[in-house]
């Protein structure tokens, strides 16, 4: 441990933490804006700026680390630093919300009261098109922090996006100017879900007020495509009672906020027309028909019992599934072994 103060006020810290974790800890709040927890050090934006007593200039609090004696300063000069640089984002930033998604930049300049001075004559970038259907880009709302990048290069290793040209011509571009889908890109939404400024959408999501995503109610549950059993939010729109879109948090085990294509971006069925919503059991006439979950599940029992009884237990085979919850293939063999008395249980995806 080391000891440092911040703003006057002793405090501890691990040595070689980040100062701005420890500063979090501390309860002294330092924006960020290219930072993310789960990538390196980067310190690209400044918009975490603090000032350390000896040091010839004011240092990031996001890719500088504690060390013994530190003393830190985060208000003063460093504080309109701050200021100053979200103004100069906002002086570039033309499109606050192509798709809905929250954007740290304007949250962050309503707070310091920062509004563009003026917007640069050269601001406009050229605009991209990609014809993948579920991730749209607008260089317009970019604020170059690189996030998405390093994303794909530390998280996905995928190298599927770079940073293209320089000054008022820069831009995110899928690598060789090439579609996503041209790509080692699997579509997993991950570089759209580390971006601060919603430049990187969902293309289902254009045209919807600003900060919509912030409105919507999250439900959290555990994704049924495989057995990772990833944690996912259903962003519901209460309005209209679906569910409109698919996030994860960092917080989340055992995902960190990372899914794939199928748990982030394949929710539609949920609401398709030909999705079964009610059980059905067959009638005397050969039909389907809609019953209740109790009538279901007694049918079902009857069933089973009436070949167990003719046939014997090791006559009946059960089938779990990969894309259940551990706890429900547990149900599934404690039903096999314990009720049917059979050890024939199988996954359907185990071969
Ligand atoms: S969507 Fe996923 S795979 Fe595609 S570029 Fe972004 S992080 Fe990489
Ligand atoms: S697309 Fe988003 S994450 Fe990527 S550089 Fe631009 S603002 Fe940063
Ligand atoms: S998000 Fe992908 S990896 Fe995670 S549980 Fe769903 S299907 Fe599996
Ligand atoms: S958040 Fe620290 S430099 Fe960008």
């Known amino acids: 441990m080391v000891e440092l103060t911040v703003d006057g006020r002793t405090i501890q810290a691990t040595e070689g933490e980040l100062l701005v974790h420890v500063l979090a800890r501390n309860g ?64 570039e930033h033309l499109n606050a919300n192509p798709g809905g998604r929250p954007n740290e930049l304007v949250g962050l300049a309503e707070e310091l009261g920062a509004e563009a001075p003026f917007i640069l004559p050269d601001a406009k970038r050229e605009p991209y098109e990609d014809r993948n259907r579920l991730m749209g880009y607008d260089p317009d709302a970019c604020i170059l922090c690189n996030r998405c990048v390093r994303y794909t290069q530390e998280v996905m290793q995928c190298s599927a996006l770079s940073l293209e040209g320089r000054g008022p011509e820069a831009r995110i571009v899928p690598t060789w100017d090439r579609s996503w889908l041209d790509t080692e890109c699997e579509l997993c939404g991950g570089c759209l879900s580390v971006c601060p400024t919603g430049a990187i959408y969902e293309k289902f999501e254009e045209g919807f007020p600003a900060n919509r995503e912030v409105q919507l109610d999250k439900v959290k549950t555990t994704c049924t495509f495989c057995g990772v059993g990833c944690q996912i939010d259903l962003n519901v729109d209460r309005e209209t009672n679906r569910i409109v879109k698919v996030t994860s948090d960092p917080s989340y085990l055992p995902n960190e906020g990372d899914l794939c294509v199928k748990g982030r971006f394949a929710f539609n069925f949920v609401h398709h027309p030909d999705r079964l919503t009610e059980p059905l059991v067959r009638g005397e006439d050969g039909e389907l028909h809609e019953t209740s979950w109790e009538h279901a599940l007694a049918v079902a029992a009857k069933g089973l019992e009436e070949v167990r009884d003719r046939h014997g237990p090791q006559s009946i085979g059960f089938l779990a599934s990969a894309r259940l919850t551990m706890e429900e293939n547990f149900l599934i063999q404690k039903l096999a072994r314990a009720v049917i008395g059979t050890n024939s249980v199988h996954s359907c995806e185990a071969t």
């Open 28 to 91: 002294v709040f330092v924006p960020t804006l290219c930072h993310d927890a789960k990538l390196d050090p980067y310190g690209g934006c400044r918009v975490c700026v603090v000032e350390v007593e000896g040091a010839p200039r004011p240092v990031p609090a996001c890719a500088t680390r504690a060390a013994q004696g530190m003393a830190i300063s985060t208000n003063g000069r460093a504080e309109k630093l701050r200021r100053t640089l979200t103004e100069m984002l906002l002086t």
